[in-house]
């Protein structure tokens, strides 16, 4: 992993690095070890593994010019209060402004060849997450903000 720290946030599992693919799997083993340390379910920890390399990639590829990297934080964290017990992920980079939540909605009817390039990564987050919110924040950059419902964690049986 190149130039990654792992920030001491207390409240949530928090790295930041370099916006480059091959932090990628650094990035993605802080919400595998997340899912294993809350117990979350399979499926719900693939849903998360797909929202975090899917908005990470639109990052590394978009937020700073071609050739070049920046800053990449990734955050996340169990929230309880305020509604069911959901997965708070951030993203928080200092690339060129870009509201995710402001690209047009795929057609998934429409034939693929028809179709325009790009978005299917912001789709598929809108898809596999419950809430998302966006903004660009004078300090902080573009802070991208994607909620995930959990289940239930069953009682265990002692």
């Known amino acids: ?3 990654c720290r792992t920030l ?9 690095c370099g916006a480059e693919l091959a932090n990628l799997p650094a990035l993605l083993a802080v919400v595998a070890a997340l899912c294993h340390r809350e117990q979350i379910d399979e499926p719900t920890c693939y849903d998360l593994q ?3 390399e899917e908005a990470c990639v639109n990052v590394m590829h978009y937020a700073y010019p071609a ?4 800053p ?3 955050a996340v964290q169990i929230a309880h209060h305020g509604g069911p017990r959901r997965i708070v992920v951030t993203l928080e980079d200092q ?8 690209v047009a909605p795929v057609d998934a009817s429409c034939p693929v060849e028809a179709r325009a390039l790009g978005g299917l990564g912001v789709h598929l987050i809108r898809r596999l997450s419950d809430r998302q919110h966006y903004q660009r924040h004078p300090v902080r950059g573009n802070v991208f903000t994607i909620e995930k419902h959990l ?8």
């Open 95 to 102: 690339g060129q402004p870009f509201d995710p939540l402001a």
């Open 67 to 70: 050739g070049q990297s920046g």
């Open 72 to 74: 990449l934080t990734l």
């Open 151 to 158: 289940m239930p964690v069953p009682p265990s049986s002692h």
């Open 50 to 52: 797909i929202i975090v």
């Open 1 to 3: 992993m190149t130039g």
């Open 8 to 16: 001491p946030t207390g409240a949530s599992d928090s790295l930041a």
